[in-house]
């Protein structure tokens, strides 16, 4: 399989493009990046020639390629647009979240994805980790049914430059950080939430206008489940989860961005009983890929459409609770 990088940013050169080296699947790599895809670039990192080829405009790597798969990961504001160009040229497709800026934009590339018989996947990877899959089974709907969920996933603030201080390349800790909330959801309660509160608590002072920077939210079940979450890039580091059900409370530290040599444990209550339950390691982003490839191989990507098309129209109640257009 050959796999397209449409942009080189951070998490592909720590994270994604590890992981895609070490898949079997994966033969070939080629990377297109306007600042990084010219020869001689300055700062380029190719994980000792990963990178089989390199190009400097997006339009012309998909025009020559001949690439199956395409990996998004420019700048929010652009992921729709290369999407859907990517789709046209009959490639499956991953794109880092978020996916879209609306409801409207994901239902399109969906719609265009199954007319192609094509993958689309928003790379929510954080559940493909066994840590997730650990805490799933420990809130079992039928035996303990989650009760009340707290998420925390916030840290310092960014270099001033990031594109997530800009309106314009869709930034903001709503669009950044919005879909580990809905994600969360997602996975504990395994349907949309039937109230959504949700505030923008700071900004960046030093643009006008300044996007948002933190916001807290609460997601409601009728059945009386609840997530409440707080999320920004405005305090020190924290990346946590904590879950009550009516037998257990489970505690999961760094759920959201689990380095893949972490060897984590959950922390498990019950009554007096207080133990530790020691999760694998791994690399939360091969096996999304690895998840994705296979689905490619069976012809099935329902399960991907449906995740991306779920986050999407829970993200745009959160926006829209927090009256961020």
Known sequence: ??????????????????????????????VASRSQGQDGAEGRVDHDGAVNHWYADYADA??????????????????GEWVMSALRHGCHVIVDKPAFPDLASAEAAVRLAREKNRGLAEATVFLFHPQAAALRALVDPAESAATRVTATFSFPPLPPDDFRYRADCGGGSLNDLGPYAAATNRLLFGRAPDG???MVLTRDASRDPGVDTSFSILMTHTDGGSLAGHFGFVTAYQNRLAVVTDLRTIDADRLFTTPPDLACA??????????AVPVARGDAFALFLEAFIDAIGRRDFEAFERALLEDAALLARVRQAAEVE
């Open 266 to 275: 959950l922390r498990v209550r019950e009554g007096y009983d207080d133990r």
């Open 196 to 198: 959504v509160h949700c």
């Open 1 to 30: 399989m050959h796999l397209l990088f449409l942009g080189y940013s951070s998490i592909v050169r720590r994270r994604v493009l590890p992981a895609a080296r070490s898949l079997a699947a994966i033969r070939h790599i080629s």
């Open 62 to 79: 998909l025009d020559t390629a001949a690439a199956d798969l395409v990996y998004v990961s420019g700048t929010n504001a652009v992921h």
